[in-house]
């Protein structure tokens, strides 16, 4: 499966953004989707995910309560929306669909199809 990660940009402190991950070649169905993000200098960290069938979510303790991931099937698009957005936040945000077991699912290499990445900038 092919990925599109768009919706980056800059975006002011406490401020909100949702980033889409829309995929081609086929549907998403049987597949786990995840967000990952890379800021300069630091490794690529597990945002979220979601299982495209029965939608089981799961979140990176530092984006529960300010994430939210979802999935449009008509679409076939899986979105990211994060609110009360901190410079922290800052990195290339990557969707990545693979076929992970729970105890993987945070885990990058346990992911096939990387999208792109799109850029997320949060500042004054």
């Known amino acids: 499966v092919q990925l599109q990660a768009s919706g980056g940009g800059l975006v002011q402190p406490g401020g909100s953004l949702r980033l889409a991950c829309a995929a081609s070649?086929?549907?998403?169905?049987?597949?786990?989707v995840g967000w990952f993000r890379q800021a300069p200098g630091k490794e690529r960290e597990f945002v979220a995910s979601?299982?495209?069938?029965?939608?089981?979510?799961l979140y990176a303790d530092s984006m529960k309560g300010r994430s939210t991931v979802s999935r449009d099937y008509a679409k076939n698009t899986v979105y990211l929306q994060m609110s009360s957005l901190k410079a922290e936040d800052t990195a290339v945000y990557y969707c990545?669909?693979?076929?992970?077991?729970?105890?993987?699912?945070?885990?990058?290499?346990?992911?096939?199809?990387w999208g792109q990445g799109t850029q997320l900038t949060v500042s004054s």
């Open positions: 990545a669909a693979g076929r992970p077991i729970l105890s993987t699912m945070k885990h990058a290499g346990a992911y096939d199809s």
């Open positions: 070649g086929r549907t998403f169905s049987g597949y786990t």
């Open positions: 979601i299982r495209w069938s029965g939608g089981t979510t």
